[in-house]
Structure formats: C-alpha cells, structure tokens
C-alpha cells in the first residue's frame, strides 16, 4: 500500500496547500484587475463617446454635444498598456503558486526535486506566509483533505503516482473549452456592438481609429490571451495525458521496474510543473458551478483505471 494517502494529509502538505491556494488566489484577483481595466474600461468609455456625441442623449439630456474622441484613444492605448504589464507580472505569481504546489507533489509522492529543470524551492518563508493569510481568511476551510481520491492514493507504490498525476491532467480540460469557445462569442459580440455605435455617430476614419479600434484594441488583447492560453494549455494537457496514459499502460507490461518507472514519473512531473506554471488559472466562481461535476468525472475516469489496472 502507497503511503501517499497518508503524507497528503501531514499537517505541513496541507499547509503547502493552503499556500498555493492563496498564490492562486492573489493571481485570480489580478486578473479580474485586468479585466476591469482592459474590457470593461473601454466599454464604459465607448458607450460614454456615443452618447456624449449623439443628437438624441443631446436633446433629451439638454447638454451640447462633445466629441471624446481622442480621451477614447488614449483610454485604449492605456488599457492595453495596462492589460500587458499585468499579464507579464502574473507570470512570476504563477511560476511561484507552481513551484509551491511541485513541493506539495514531490513530499507526497517522495520524488526527488528537480533543481536543474525546476530551479530552486520557493521560500519556506513565502509559503508560510500565503498559508497564514489563506487560514485567516478562511479558518474552517477543510477542503484539502484527501487531496487525491484514497482510490488512486492508497494504490500500491510507486504506481499509485502515475494515478494522481493522470488527475491533475483531466481536471479542467472541459471547462477549459468551454472558456475558449465563450469568450470567442463575448468577443465578436462586443466588437460588433462597439462598431454599430460608432457607426451610428459621425463615422469619419478619425472617428473609427479613435473611438472604435483603439477602444477594441485592450478587449481584443484580453480575450487573445484567454483563448491562446485556454488552447495551449489543452493541448499541452493531451500531451501530457498520453504520456500518463503509456506510463499507466506500463504497468501491466511490467516493461518497467520501479527505478526506471519513478524515474518516467520524475521527468513527467517535470513537465507538469511547466504545464502549470504557464496555464491561465480558471476563475474560483466559475470552478465552484462546475466542481461536482468536474470531480465526478474525474471520478469516474479513475474508476476506470483502477477496476481495468487492479
């Protein structure tokens, strides 16, 4: 039997937990800083152009009309400088909530760190820290338990890694997709919106420059990002996954031993910690509507493993 069930629970692994949950925490707000500041910004100022510009909100609100069209373009030119900025600042937060969670991993799995693809451990300081401010703000949370289903923890070791490992790859796939395809629709939805009031008003190349791409220009910036980032994080998941799967497969080859088999589990590892230092975390509200389903599904695919692995 692994010991992995037992050392996901170890009051210094759940602390671990409670860091990286924070980190993430931290970076989801600032993402919705930046979605404040580069969507709806510029929507707010779009729709202010369009009436401060428009003969009926003239008349019925008795204000003489007033061309803002290049405060529009300096909005634009500003969200999108700050959409950017903010971006490259999360890489660092989520290279650290990354770091912090392969501690987590590497103690309960009891693999090696890897200090030349990985870089050194996160701060023990720093972990401390977030888990402090994870347990003030949340002093009955209890979600952390049994972090991997017992199913896949108390399998025997070292296969019961390659099982966990296949669940941090099919959590959010789906949801994922789902993500792509909405802000798709939101997008093209809002362009054509804006574009329709600034064809309303005078459309002049001026005012189309000033008042519509520019003012576009941090929306579209946002969303690119969710939709490249969504997609390449899918992808590199399927890779990923089948990788896991061979892995699973090797099992009952028993083309491994334990060495090489810890060591496949090792270099694979590795490649999960780049897969989440680079993928854009999902919002928490939309991970709560989606959780039991999620969670039952993950369920179900390792009950597969498992009844066909056993």
Not at 210 to 235: A, D, G, R, S, W
């Amino acid at each position: 039997m692994s010991n992995i069930a037992q050392r996901q629970n170890e009051p210094e692994n759940i602390k671990i937990l409670q860091a990286q949950r924070q980190m993430y925490s931290d970076v989801k707000f600032r993402m919705i800083l930046i979605f404040g500041v580069g969507v709806i910004l510029p929507i707010i100022v779009s729709f202010l152009t369009f009436a401060l510009n428009n003969d009926f909100f003239a008349k019925l609100l008795a204000f003489e009309k007033k061309d803002i069209g290049y405060f529009s373009a300096c909005i634009g030119i500003f969200s999108a400088i700050v959409v950017e900025v903010i971006s490259n600042f999360l890489k660092k937060m989520k290279e650290d909530a990354a770091k912090i969670q392969e501690v987590f991993d590497t103690n309960v799995f009891d693999l090696p760190w890897d200090s030349i693809n990985i870089g050194k451990k996160p701060d023990h300081s720093l972990i401390f820290k977030k888990s402090k401010e994870f347990n003030k703000r949340h002093p009955t949370y209890t979600g952390f338990d049994d972090w991997y289903t017992l199913k896949a923890a108390t399998f025997k070791y070292p296969e019961a890694i390659a099982f966990c490992q296949q669940q941090n790859l099919n959590w959010d796939s789906s949801l994922r997709k789902d993500i792509v395809t909405a802000s798709k629709w939101i997008l093209v939805v809002i362009i054509l919106i804006m574009l329709v009031l600034g064809i309303i008003n005078d459309f002049t190349l001026r005012n189309l420059l000033t008042n519509v791409v520019l003012l576009v220009l941090p929306i579209c910036l946002f969303f690119y990002k969710i939709i490249t980032e969504n997609n390449e994080t899918i992808q590199e998941m399927d890779r990923l996954r089948e990788i896991n799967e061979n892995l699973i497969d090797s099992t009952i080859s028993n083309s491994l031993n334990n060495t090489n088999f810890i060591s496949k589990c090792r270099q694979l590892q590795t490649a999960i910690y780049s897969h989440r230092k680079s993928a854009r975390p999902i919002p928490n509200w939309l991970h709560k509507r989606r959780k039991k389903y999620q969670e039952e599904e993950s369920a179900d695919r390792m009950q597969q493993y498992l009844d066909t692995h056993q």
